[in-house]
T-cell receptor
Framework: DTAVSQTPKYLVTQMGNDKSIKCEQN?????MYWYKQDSKKFLKIMFS???????INETVPNRFSPKSPDKAHLNLHINSLELGDSAVYFC????????????FGPGTRLTVT | DQQVKQNSPSLSVQEGRISILNCDYT??????FLWYKKYPAEGPTFLIS?????DKNEDGRFTVFLNKSAKHLSLHIVPSQPGDSAVYFC????????????FGKGTKLSVKP
């Protein structure tokens, strides 16, 4: 009955590979997000998405792309992985309108070797 | 340029005493502020929030104070418990269609028995 879940929890891969991280929320929320927590521990927004609008942080390379098959899922695809992509990636969701509280998944630690 | 700053990377407090975590922001358009708590290998969990129209919000042992003129907020935990040991993130939002959050770098709180 986890509210926001991510798979896998750990991902180790080599440079140049393409990988995906899945996110699902069962809260009935309308908006979902992807965040990156880098080695300096900053949590930075990468994407925010609802059924009407995708907002991309301008600093995110276009090798990263979110894909939403339905309202409950927002997956993250990463092409041509680089060493600097190593980080913890968090998915989050929020009810549209009203409160600002976002609910986070447990994170996916990506290591690129 | 950091819009949300937590200048203390760590704080150590004795059990039963007060913990005070500080946060400064630079963007006067922020109108909602949140505190998140994060344990290792878990996602951030929402703790408490405050709207810019208030200067105080209280929830049990947790109180958030907002000083808009100083662009400063603080989280007070009284009394502190060992289970409060975690990283605390301050976050701010200026609203918008998707309510994106800007996070501080976090403060690691250690509560010693």
């Amino acid at each position: 009955d986890t509210a926001v879940s991510q798979t896998p929890k750990y991902l180790v891969t080599q440079m140049g590979n393409d990988k995906s991280i899945k996110c699902e929320q069962n809260l009935g929320h309308d908006t979902m997000y992807w965040y990156k927590q880098d080695s300096k521990k900053f949590l930075k927004i990468m994407f925010s998405y609802n059924n009407k609008e995708l907002i991309i942080n301008e600093t995110v390379p276009n090798r990263f792309s979110p894909k939403s098959p339905d309202k409950a899922h927002l997956n993250l695809h990463i092409n041509s992985l680089e060493l600097g992509d190593s980080a913890v990636y968090f998915c989050a969701s929020k009810r549209q309108g009203g409160s600002y509280e976002q609910y986070f998944g447990p994170g996916t630690r990506l290591t690129v070797t | 340029d950091q819009q949300v700053k937590q200048n203390s990377p760590s704080l150590s407090v004795q059990e039963g005493r007060i913990s005070i975590l500080n946060c400064d922001y630079t963007n006067s358009m922020f109108d909602y502020f949140l505190w998140y708590k994060k344990y290792p290998a878990e996602g951030p969990t929402f703790l408490i929030s405050i709207s810019s129209i208030k200067d105080k919000n209280e929830d049990g042992r947790f109180t958030v104070f907002l000083n808009k003129s100083a662009k400063h907020l603080s989280l007070h935990i009284v009394p502190s418990q060992p289970g409060d040991s975690a990283v605390y993130f301050c976050a701010a939002s200026s609203g918008g269609s998707q309510g994106n959050l800007i996070f501080g770098k976090g403060t690691k709180l250690s509560v010693k028995p």
